[in-house]
Nanobody, 122 residues
Framework: QAQLVESGGGLVQAGDSLRLSCVAS????????MGWFRQAPGKEREFVAS????????YYAESVKGRFAISRDNAKNTVYLQMNSLKPDDTAVYYC???????????????WGQGTQVNVAS
């Protein structure tokens, strides 16, 4: 059974940085594209970033371009989201997902983690 476990969330001040991690098990990690999504209270889940199985292709939401960076370590079955210059609008639960293709659409993801909360205070 595939399992994704996120970590690294917390409470930070605007302008601070955080690095989220997502460790995968129960699947051949290097065969999957990975992505990060987020969901704020009262809002739908939205795309943040995705990365191809080999790491050579990445996509970002316009709202995070230049501030966030997605990366992966296939030897550690882990995908990361480095978040810099955080803003209060970045407050949300952040989820990682695994997909057979590199996509920005949540419907394309087969497996999801339980999420990690990120709170950015102004």
């Amino acid at each position: 059974q595939a399992q994704l476990v996120e970590s690294g969330g917390g409470l930070v001040q605007a302008g601070d940085s955080l690095r989220l991690s997502c460790v995968a098990s129960g699947l051949r990690f290097s065969n999957y594209a990975m992505g990060w999504f987020r969901q704020a209270p009262g809002k739908e889940r939205e795309f943040v970033a995705s990365i191809s199985w080999g790491g050579g292709t990445t996509y970002y939401a316009e709202s995070v371009k230049g501030r966030f960076a997605i990366s992966r370590d296939n030897a550690k079955n882990t995908v990361y989201l480095q978040m810099n210059s955080l803003k209060p609008d970045d407050t949300a639960v952040y989820y990682c997902g695994a997909s057979r293709v590199t996509t920005v659409e949540p419907t394309g993801f087969l497996y999801w983690g339980q999420g990690t909360q990120v709170n950015v205070a102004s």
